[in-house]
């Protein structure tokens, strides 16, 4: 180690660095996802980069959650993204993906919260 720094020389400090989206992300559990038929993960990359919104938010697949609903794939919006309100997500990846989807664009800066 050099000087009275903490880190060894060969590492930087942690640092933010400005991430390839620009609105936010959703976590897709990929073991629960897993069925190429079926893979919800990429159902969402297709459906985003078709609405013209591939760069606002990343769909980023992750390890499993230690959460597995038959039949379901587990999904994440972490919460303080636009105006999602964020949470765990079990979804059936042909009946309610649209319904998660639209859960999904609440991300995105233009998309204003629902009033009754």
Same mark, same amino acid.
């Given at each position: 180690m050099?000087?009275? *720094?903490?880190?060894p020389d060969f590492m930087a400090?942690?640092? +933010?660095?400005?991430p390839p989206w620009k *609105?936010?992300?959703v976590l897709v559990c990929k073991k629960? *996802?897993?069925?190429?038929?079926?893979?919800?993960?990429?159902?969402l990359e297709h459906r985003l980069a078709?609405?013209?919104?591939?760069?606002?938010?990343? %769909?980023l697949k992750v390890s499993c959650m230690d959460i597995?609903?038959?039949?379901?794939?587990m999904a994440v919006i972490p +919460?303080? @993204?636009?105006?999602? +309100?964020?949470?765990?997500f079990a979804v059936d990846p042909v009946s309610e993906r649209e319904d998660?989807?639209? @859960? %999904?664009?609440? %991300?995105?800066?233009d998309s204003l919260p629902e009033t009754h």
């Open positions: 050099g000087g009275a *720094s903490r880190y400090a942690a640092r +933010p660095v400005r *609105s936010g992300f629960c *996802s897993g069925n190429k038929r079926l893979d919800l993960r990429k159902w078709a609405e013209g919104h591939a760069d606002e938010v990343r %769909i597995c609903p038959k039949a379901r794939v +919460p303080g @993204q636009g105006h999602a +309100p964020g949470g765990c998660f989807y639209r @859960q %999904i664009l609440k %991300i995105l800066p």
